[in-house]
């Protein structure tokens, strides 16, 4: 069975930009959950779909949302970037919202 | 909300001791606890986890207890090796609602040659 994919894995944008990562899951996998991780903050919850629904939201901005499809492959999209959100974009996939297989990570870097 | 807090940030220990790692939680209604492990430039994965309806799981070197009462939980990690070096992050959440899994800050676990 393929593992969970992203792309892109490594993205460079500018301040004011916007942008959309993408996830698929293991397939079966009906519960996407996205996290970004920085040097130091561990792994921070941004949102969670399931069944083409946001089930679960972290405290983030409303710059960061995200979508997922019918065939649960889900994206993130973050709008007018700020340095801060330099970071590594995970996504993880799971049956019911427990064991979380996580990707690769899509490496964002804003200058 | 729940908040998980993960103690200590770092840790060195010599090679074939023992490595514990503890993590409290603040919502009583979690009932699942996984572990994941995060070597460097790869993804989180799982290496152990337990749910409320047991005290303690063991897995060859690793073991993971679980105080309901205190809302703690630990990771023990025997005879340790140098592949053992990673960053491991404890989580909580209630899996009965399919809840977010909310994780601790993580611990960097060194072993000294």
Same mark, same amino acid.
């Given at each position: 069975k393929a593992g969970v994919t992203q792309t892109p894995r490594y993205l460079i944008k500018t301040r004011g930009q916007q942008v959309t990562l993408s996830c698929s899951p293991?397939?079966?996998?009906?519960? $996407?959950? !996205?996290?970004q991780q920085t040097p130091g903050q561990g792994l921070q919850f941004l949102f969670e779909y399931f069944s083409e629904t946001q089930r679960n939201k972290g405290n983030f901005?409303?710059?960061?949302?995200?979508?997922?499809?019918?065939?649960?492959?889900?994206?993130?999209? $973050?709008?007018?970037l700020e340095l801060g959100d330099s970071a590594l974009y995970l996504c993880a996939s799971s049956l019911v919202g427990a064991e979380q297989y996580f990707g690769p990570g899509t490496r964002l870097t804003v200058t | 909300g729940e908040n998980v807090e993960q103690h200590p940030?770092?840790?060195s220990v010599q090679e074939g001791d023992s490595a514990v790692i503890k993590c409290t939680?603040?919502?009583?209604?979690?009932?699942?606890?996984? !572990?994941?492990?995060?070597?460097?430039?790869k993804r989180p994965q799982l290496i152990i986890d337990i749910r409320s309806n047991v005290g303690e799981k063991k897995d060859q070197?690793?073991? $993971?207890?679980?105080?309901?009462?205190?809302?703690?939980?630990?990771?023990?990690?025997t005879e340790t090796q140098p592949e053992d070096s990673a960053v491991y992050f404890c989580a909580a959440s209630k899996e009965s609602s399919a809840s977010k899994i909310i994780f601790g800050s993580g611990t960097r676990l060194s072993i000294r040659p």
């Amino acid at each position: 069975k393929a593992g969970v994919t992203q792309t892109p894995r490594y993205l460079i944008k500018t301040r004011g930009q916007q942008v959309t990562l993408s996830c698929s899951p293991i397939s079966g996998h009906r519960s $996407v959950s !996205w996290y970004q991780q920085t040097p130091g903050q561990g792994l921070q919850f941004l949102f969670e779909y399931f069944s083409e629904t946001q089930r679960n939201k972290g405290n983030f901005p409303g710059r960061f949302s995200g979508r997922q499809f019918s065939n649960s492959r889900s994206e993130m999209n $973050v709008s007018t970037l700020e340095l801060g959100d330099s970071a590594l974009y995970l996504c993880a996939s799971s049956l019911v919202g427990a064991e979380q297989y996580f990707g690769p990570g899509t490496r964002l870097t804003v200058t | 909300g729940e908040n998980v807090e993960q103690h200590p940030s770092t840790l060195s220990v010599q090679e074939g001791d023992s490595a514990v790692i503890k993590c409290t939680y603040s919502d009583s209604a979690s009932n699942y606890f996984p !572990w994941y492990k995060q070597e460097l430039g790869k993804r989180p994965q799982l290496i152990i986890d337990i749910r409320s309806n047991v005290g303690e799981k063991k897995d060859q070197r690793i073991a $993971v207890t679980l105080n309901k009462t205190a809302k703690h939980f630990s990771l023990h990690i025997t005879e340790t090796q140098p592949e053992d070096s990673a960053v491991y992050f404890c989580a909580a959440s209630k899996e009965s609602s399919a809840s977010k899994i909310i994780f601790g800050s993580g611990t960097r676990l060194s072993i000294r040659p």
